[in-house]
């Protein structure tokens, strides 16, 4: 979910050609994600082989990054290490909502309802061991590169835009924006007409840009207070403070500038305090463990192994598949072509 800071920032729509030649910090667990909740049968059941595993998230790779690399992107998927310490409390509320949404899915299904079904099937997706290897596979199959983070992904991809290694993070949470990502990419994924969730009513949806820098001149704060501001507000690492939205949080933290007063000011007036650990959790959202030891090379893809992975392992249509690495063979061919003339 990440921080909510949505009301505060302001962005701009984004033709996906405007892109081109941008090296972009993918956080793959976001996007993976994505594709696990969207790319479903009309009952809200994932796609699935004749030996029921799971395919969602190898059908939204294939044909996403095709329409990437076709349109001249340079994608980099930066997969999660090991969480924090201090983020185990929210990982065990996500797995209990998923095992509540799940109840709702076999009741949804008793009553024959296949809008209810397929909404609370959404909100069961999980991503394994095996899905994350699988996708490390593919996406290392189409010659697209991967880099591990120590852990949280959304903060190496972070990371590496601040250090210059990428042009922008690509994800959906705010998140990115307290880790120093210095242009976030939101909906990159998932733009074109969307079905609003329980209307027949849809809408276009475009990828947009944030920048960091101009927003917080605009806000008039330092990156440090809008992590104030995101602890205060609730993150993945702790529970905000209730009564404190975006826009209470920013005059909160343009009003102290010491964290400890304004700790002390929150406790007396709300009634509640910040976590005992707050400050680990604020220096982790300043200096996030990073990785720097991987290679950004963008390689022809090895058409076998792809061939060998969707249509023999996992029952994807040999003829769509092939006709698919055609287009991206094209792509990365028109992508050398430039580069050499230029």
């Not at 479903?40 to 059941?45: C, E, L, P, V």
């Not at 769509?320 to 690495?325: D, F, S, T, V």
């Amino acid at each position: 979910m990440g921080v909510n800071l949505k009301p505060l920032f302001e962005s701009t729509k984004i033709g996906i050609d405007q892109l081109k030649g941008r090296k972009l910090a993918v956080d793959a667990f976001n996007i993976i994600y994505q594709f696990l909740t969207s790319i479903r049968q009309r009952d809200g059941a994932p796609l699935m082989d004749s030996h029921d595993n799971v395919t969602s998230h190898l059908t939204g790779l294939f044909y996403r990054n095709i329409h990437f690399l076709e349109a001249g992107l340079k994608p980099i998927y930066v997969f999660d290490g090991e969480p924090p310490c201090f983020k185990h409390s929210t990982i065990e509320v996500r797995a209990e909502r998923k095992e509540r949404a799940r109840v709702r899915y076999e009741e949804a299904k008793h009553e024959g309802s296949f809008e209810k079904m397929k909404m609370y099937a959404q909100q069961t997706a999980v991503i394994n061991a095996e899905i994350i290897e699988e996708s490390k596979q593919l996406l290392t199959y189409l010659g697209i590169p991967i880099v591990q983070a120590v852990t949280e992904g959304e903060a190496q991809a972070a990371q590496m835009v601040a250090k210059g290694k990428a042009d922008a993070s690509v994800s959906q949470d705010f998140d990115s924006l307290l880790f120093g990502s210095l242009v976030l990419i939101r909906n990159l994924s998932v733009s074109g007409r969307r079905k609003l969730p329980r209307k027949n009513d849809y809408v276009m949806v475009f990828p947009e840009m944030i920048k960091l820098k101009p927003n917080l001149d605009r806000l008039g704060i330092t990156r440090e207070k809008l992590i104030w501001l995101g602890v205060l507000v609730g993150t993945d690492y702790n529970q905000g403070i209730k009564g404190i939205g975006p826009k209470t949080g920013l005059k909160l933290v343009k009003e102290y500038d010491d964290f400890d007063k304004l700790q002390r000011f929150v406790e007396d007036k709300y009634g509640m305090g910040l976590p005992y650990n707050i400050d680990v959790i604020i220096e982790y959202f300043k200096n996030p463990p990073y990785n720097d030891q991987f290679e950004l090379r963008f390689r022809k893809p090895d058409k076998e192994k792809v061939i060998e992975m969707l249509s023999d392992r996992h029952d994807f249509s040999k003829d769509r598949i092939e006709k698919g690495l055609s287009r991206l063979e094209k792509a990365v061919d028109s992508r050398i072509s430039q580069k050499t003339l230029f």
